[in-house]
């Protein structure tokens, strides 16, 4: 049972200040995670006129007993943390001991509970911040809180409030969302006295994505990834089913769900290898780690969180999406399942055989794409399919059991050199070609300086150079894949080295190399080369060019017959 306590000043001072309680949902949510805290199975939610004249949330979790009802609703009252050491390993949604402070100033608020050990339980009332009585109350065990007449003293911030219509959508919203954090709890909400959403602990997270993106749920994936400190549980959609948006895309720390960037960009970078720039997948993504490695005090209405270990999280998504996303889906159709064990506990850092970050600042890169690589299972190609032509030179076409392949050979191409390039960077680095006659080239101050700044990283590319002049440099090697293309090169990935933000610059520097390989090798392929290719590229299960675009569209039989009247 909880033992409230008013937080020392010390301790309250150290919280993320600021206001939580800004509309109907955002009592909803907090409410929601108070009967999450005290661990309820059941959370029923009900609401009335979009939560303004009533808001109701009943719970069968531990309860509250008079003494703790008592200080409940004061300013920095809480049973979750005590010192200021607490707020290093938060291990409860909640712990600023504000919530019921700020929903019972701006309301008529009532609370209902009874701890389940006590055969009776109490009622406390407080209208506008002023406490109007606690009395004894015979009631189920668990806790109702009930906030009615919401902003009524305040009119500024009612009137900073949408319609009805706009209100109830959002508490919908963020019942689901935390439904989403809490799948092992079952969830019910009333709108206006009408069901209006139910969820069942037994549909489970993946059941709940369904729901959410109105995506079928056979068809979603599911992986657990677990690297001993970290665990990762991902749901997602195949590329098959996409949005123009990423709003089906909900991330979970420890069971809180939050808004981070840092989660966003690794998960997106990771769902690149399958969705085109511009397409993104319905998906969840929970991470549990230690408490210690995740502050949570950022925000105050909790929505960020910031890791201790930045660089380690990025990674771990971003292979978790990747590998996902991967090795199961195949252009044609998917074979049996493959499993494989992604090596998270062990991935190889760079940091042993590469240049480290401190070396060159400017391209550090946050994405740590450039970590260890995740060992691919085998290609998953069907034999039936043939290459049958090439279609303005840059086509290749091929039959398949369900249809007609197009694949864009230069986008295919310049894909598979760009993971060349970069797996090569991440082993011993690229082969050199020596110039047998170095290149003088004039370089612009900046440019210049960029290329001091990089100068261990362009090692590793292949360009080794020297002084020739105030600002002249003279070429002894080239990365051999480039060629004559080499030095043109040189001043692209400076140009990319300035332009690009810190975490793509790799990336962005690998795309440009991929390009300009692929335009060196030039000519049309043979049928022989295009059925390699399409093993490759099916092969590491590749899906876009380095800049996002697709790589190839498929045709199927259905829609030919229909175009052709021959089915309707
Ligand atoms: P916090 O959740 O940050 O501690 P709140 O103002 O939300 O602060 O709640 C104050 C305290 O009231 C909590 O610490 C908890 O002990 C108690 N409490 C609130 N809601 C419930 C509930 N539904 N069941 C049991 N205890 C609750
Ligand atoms: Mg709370």
Known sequence: MPKIQILPEEVA????????????????????????????????????????????VRDDGCGLGPEDLEVCYLPHATSKIRSVSDLMSIKTLGFRGEALASIAAVSRLTIISRPKESLWGAKLEVVFGKLKGLWEAGAPKGTLVRVEDLFVNVPARRAFLKSVRVETARVVEMVKLLALGASQVNFSLLVDG????????????????????????????????????????????????????????????????????????????????????????????????????????????????????EKEVFTLVRRAVEH????????????????????????PSLSESSPSFEEAPDLRDTSSAFLGKVSETQAIYRPPSRPIGVLAQKYLLYETPQGLLILDFHAAHERLLYEKIKAAYEAEGLPKQHLLFPQVMTLSAKALERLENHKVI?????????????????????????????????????????????????????????????????????LKEAEELLKEIEGQGLFTCPHGRPIFWKIDYHEIEKRLGRKT
Not at 515 to 525: L, M, V
Request: aromatic letters at 6%; one cysteine or more.
């Open 13 to 56: 001072r150290k919280i993320a200040a600021g206001e939580v309680i800004e509309r109907p949902a955002s009592v909803v949510k907090e409410l929601i995670e108070n009967a999450l805290d005290a661990q309820a199975s059941k959370i029923e939610v009900q609401i009335e006129r979009g939560g303004l004249s009533l808001i109701q």
């Open 194 to 309: 009408r069901k209006h959403f139910v969820y069942q602990a037994a549909q489970g997270r993946r059941g709940l994505l369904a729901i959410l993106s109105q995506l079928p749920e056979k068809e979603l994936l599911e992986e657990c990834f677990d690297s001993g400190l970290y665990q990762i549980e991902l749901v997602i959609s195949p590329p098959a089913f996409k949005f123009s948006g990423t709003r089906h895309i909900y991330f979970l720390v420890n069971g809180r769900v939050v808004r981070d960037r840092l989660l966003m960009s690794a998960f997106l970078q990771g769902a690149s290898v399958a969705f085109p720039k511009g397409q993104y997948p319905a998906a969840v993504l929970a991470l549990n780690l230690p408490p210690e490695l995740v502050d949570v005090n950022v925000h105050p209405a909790k929505w960020e969180v910031r890791f201790r270990e």
């Open 458 to 526: 362009l090692e590793r590319l292949g360009y080794r150079f020297e002084p020739a002049g105030p600002q002249e440099i003279r070429l002894l090697s080239v990365p051999s894949i480039l060629g004559e293309e080499g030095p043109p090169a040189l001043l692209e990935i400076l140009e990319k080295a300035l332009a690009s933000p810190p975490g793509e610059i790799l990336k962005e520097v690998f795309a440009s190399m991929a390009c300009r390989a692929a335009i060196k090798a030039g000519q049309e392929p043979t």
């Open 324 to 347: 996902s996303l991967r090795p199961k889906v195949s252009i044609f159709s998917r074979t049996e399942e493959q499993e494989e064990d992604l090596p998270l506990a062990s991935s």
